[in-house]
């Protein structure tokens, strides 16, 4: 049995070594069978030096370094694609994910479980506004889906290498990893742990990259914001019904027909800014078939370090 470990960094300096010893020494207790997959996702910083060091005093590590950052998600497929393991492993650099949990998944997968996640019990260190968005976003996320997503789930989990497979089969560009988990179904448990703070550096999701990430997940496990066209078309339709008939009666049955100006005004207004914003959303959907069409490579690798075996 194997166990893979997929570490996914981003200007990590700060932090790599540190979650390496944390890693190793977690890790070691439970079997001697292991590798540590970092990926470098395109650091600015000495990341990239610090994983080819590690890389050289340690066999069972392993190093990708991507040729330029192409996020997090992709990080870890690339990690995902690399893997030999029987169970895989994802967890963050920093830290945050506690490595002790680890045991228990590995525990909840020796009982026949496919998939493991972490769910958040608690958020230490993190300001309020990120706890209150991110809560926010996953029951959001939940009521949009047309699969239910575990709430409070990051990445931080453990994969049977038949998910794993499952997982390579879905080349889909806008990857929302813990969607397409759930999506492939398997037998899935819950493991609660606290989340931590950040060990050191700073976190890699500014807001606008989370609003990023949270359309991505809604907008390719949901078709809800096209359907909502449909009805907004039909309310829009009964309000115009309305207006004909009241401009009909008072057309017919008053002499003050010109004042119809005001209603016509505001629906025009209203008809128009509606078009708008649907014509967006059908936008969003159009653009991800777009960037589907063009079957470019969801990463590409410059370096691979410590894989002797042809890929
Ligand atoms: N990360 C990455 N590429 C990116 C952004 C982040 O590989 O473009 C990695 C980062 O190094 C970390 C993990 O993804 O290991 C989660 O990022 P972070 O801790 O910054 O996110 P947060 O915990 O604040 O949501
Ligand atoms: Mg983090």
């Not at 590590?61 to 330029?68: E, G, Q």
């Not at 997090?72 to 393991?85: E, I």
């Amino acid at each position: 049995m194997l166990i893979s470990v997929i570490i996914p960094c981003y200007n990590e300096e700060a932090v790599i070594n540190e979650t390496n010893c944390r890693l190793i020494s977690v890790i070691q207790g439970i079997t001697p069978n292991f590798e540590l997959i970092y990926v470098d996702d395109g650091s600015q910083d000495k990341t990239a030096d610090l994983l080819r060091q590690l890389q050289q005093n340690d066999p069972r590590i392993r190093t990708i370094l991507l040729s330029r950052n192409f996020g997090h998600q992709m990080a870890v497929t690339a990690g995902l694609d690399h893997a030999t393991g029987d169970a895989i492993v994802l967890i963050d650099a920093d830290l945050q994910d506690p490595p002790e949990v680890i045991e228990q998944m590995v525990y909840q997968w020796s009982q026949g479980y496919h998939v493991a996640y972490g769910v958040r019990t608690e958020r230490i260190g993190e300001t309020a506004f990120k706890r209150w968005t991110a809560k926010a976003f996953y029951r959001l996320m939940n009521q949009l889906s047309d699969v239910p997503i575990p709430l409070d789930t990051g990445d931080f989990r453990l994969m049977d290498r038949q998910v794993v497979e499952a997982l390579k089969l879905m080349p889909e560009r806008d990857r929302f990893l813990r969607g397409m988990i759930s999506w492939v179904g398997f037998k899935q448990v819950a493991v609660p742990y606290q989340r931590a703070p950040r060990l050191a550096g700073v976190s890699k999701y500014p807001f606008w990259k989370m609003v990023r990430f949270a359309t991505d997940g809604i907008l390719s496990f949901s078709l809800v914001p096209l359907r909502m066209a449909i009805w907004t078309g039909l309310f829009t339709f009964g309000l115009s019904l309305i207006g004909i008939i009241y401009a009909l009666i008072i057309r017919l049955f008053t002499k003050s027909w010109v004042e119809g100006w005001t209603l016509l005004f505001i629906s025009v207004l209203f008809i128009g800014g509606i078009q708008l914003v649907f014509l967006g959303v059908i936008g969003e959907y159009i653009g991800r078939i777009y960037r589907e069409n063009k079957q470019r490579p969801l990463y590409l690798v410059r370096e691979r370090l410590g894989f002797n075996r042809s890929q």
